[in-house]
C-alpha cells in the first residue's frame, strides 16, 4: 500500500487520499508518522480562517509522533527505527528575530503544517535539525501529545512561574488543562476557570480547583482564595473578552498576566490596573528547543493525566468525519488520530 495522507481542499473540506513518499535530500529524514492529534489550528485552518496561508491543497496536523525510516546524506544524529518527535518550525535563519536567537518566533517562520506539508499523512519528510528523541519506552500515542505540552512547558516558563505561587488559568481548553498541569508540576497552586461543564468536570478528574465564572464571582473567589492579595501569575488561554476582563482584576500587586490565547479580535482591557498595581504582561507563542526537551520529560512523569486528555482514538480515514464533529460543538479535549490506520 502507498503513502496516504489527509488534505485540507478548502474551507470545510478535508479529503484523505494517496500521498507521495518524498525521499529525504542532504540534511532530511524521512518519519513514518504514528500518531497526530487534532489541535485547534487545524480546526481553524478546516474551517477557512487561515486559507490566506494556503495555495493550493496541502496536508496539514503538527501534533506527530513516528520514527524514522530514512536519512538524507549527512545526518549522523538518528538512525533507522528512532522514535521521535517533529517541532514543526522552520525558521529562516536571516530574520532580526533569528539573528537575535528567537527563531521560534522568526518574521518568515515557515509552519510545518500550516505553510509546507504537515503530519497527517504515513510519510513525512522533514528537517532532521528539527527532530527530537523520544525515550524508547514511551507510549507513542501519548507521545504526540508533546507539541502542546511544549506549547504550556514554554508558557509556564516565561511566566516565571515558582512553587509556592497561586496561578488562575483562565480557560480549560487542552492548552488551558496542560499549563495548569504544567504549574502544579512546578509547584503552584492551581485555580482554573472554565465555562464548559464538560471540561470543568475533566478538569476535576485531573485534580485541579475550579470555578465556573457564569456561576460563581471569579474575584470573589480568586479574592478568598489568596486572603485579598491577588494570583501570583494570571494565564489568559480563553482567547474571550470576558477573560480578558478579568485578568487584570484578579493579578496581585507587581503580578504577572501571560497572554496565551490567539484574540480574534482586540478585547477592552483595564490599563489602569497596570498602571495601579505593577503589574506585567507577557506574551507567550509556540515553544523553543528547551520547551520541547522539558515536555518530553514530562511525558513520563505526567503519564496518567496526560492519558486521560486523550478522549479518542480514531483512524486517518475518519479525520474528515472528526473535524466536523468537532466543529459542531462535540465534548472532546484531544482527538488522536492514528495515522497508520489501526
Not at 489527509?6 to 540534511?27: D, K, M
Not at 515553544?287 to 503519564?303: K, S, T, W
Amino acid at each position: 500500500m502507498g503513502a496516504v495522507g489527509a488534505y485540507y481542499e478548502r474551507a470545510g473540506c478535508v479529503r484523505v487520499g494517496e500521498s507521495e513518499i518524498v525521499a529525504p535530500s542532504a540534511g532530511q529524514v524521512r518519519i513514518e508518522v504514528e500518531w497526530c492529534g487534532v489541535c485547534g489550528t487545524d480546526l481553524h485552518i478546516f474551517q477557512g480562517h487561515m486559507d490566506g496561508r494556503f495555495d493550493g491543497r496541502r496536508v496539514i496536523g503538527h501534533e506527530m509522533s513516528g520514527r524514522v525510516v530514512e536519512l538524507g546524506v549527512g545526518v549522523s544524529d538518528y538512525a533507522v527505527g528512532d522514535p521521535v518527535v517533529v517541532r514543526p518550525l522552520d525558521a529562516c535563519g536571516a530574520c532580526p528575530a533569528c539573528h537575535a536567537g528567537h527563531g521560534h518566533v522568526c518574521q518568515q517562520l515557515n509552519f510545518i503544517g500550516i505553510d509546507s506539508p504537515g503530519a497527517f499523512q504515513t510519510s513525512w519528510t522533514v528537517p532532521a535539525a528539527l527532530l527530537h528523541r523520544l525515550p524508547t519506552n514511551i507510549a507513542m500515542d501519548r507521545a504526540a501529545l508533546v507539541e502542546p505540552l511544549a506549547v504550556a512547558c514554554h508558557d509556564v516558563r516565561l511566566g516565571q512561574v515558582a512553587a509556592g505561587e497561586k496561578v488562575v488559568v483562565i480557560g480549560g481548553g487542552p492548552i488551558g488543562l496542560l499549563n495548569a498541569l504544567v504549574a502544579r508540576h512546578a509547584g503552584a497552586e492551581v485555580l482554573l476557570s472554565e465555562v464548559s461543564a464538560f471540561r470543568l468536570e475533566k478538569a476535576r478528574q485531573l485534580g485541579l480547583a475550579t470555578v465556573n465564572p457564569k456561576e460563581e464571582d471569579l474575584e470573589e473567589r480568586v479574592d478568598a482564595w489568596t486572603a485579598g492579595a491577588g494570583a501570583d501569575v494570571v494565564f489568559e488561554v480563553s482567547g474571550s473578552a470576558a477573560g480578558a476582563e478579568a485578568m487584570t482584576r484578579i493579578a496581585k500587586v507587581r503580578g504577572r498576566i501571560v497572554i496565551v490565547a490567539i484574540f480574534a479580535q482586540a478585547p477592552p482591557v483595564d490599563l489602569f490596573q497596570f498602571f495601579w498595581r505593577e503589574l506585567q504582561l507577557c506574551g507567550v507563542r509556540v515553544y523553543e528547543r528547551e520547551d520541547y526537551e522539558c515536555a518530553i520529560r514530562l511525558i513520563a512523569e505526567l503519564a496518567e493525566p496526560l492519558d486521560s486528555l486523550i478522549t479518542s482514538r480514531r483512524p486517518l480515514r475518519a479525520l474528515p468525519e472528526v473535524f466536523a464533529e468537532l466543529t459542531s460543538g462535540a465534548e472532546e479535549v484531544k482527538v488522536m488520530i492514528d495515522i497508520r490506520g489501526e
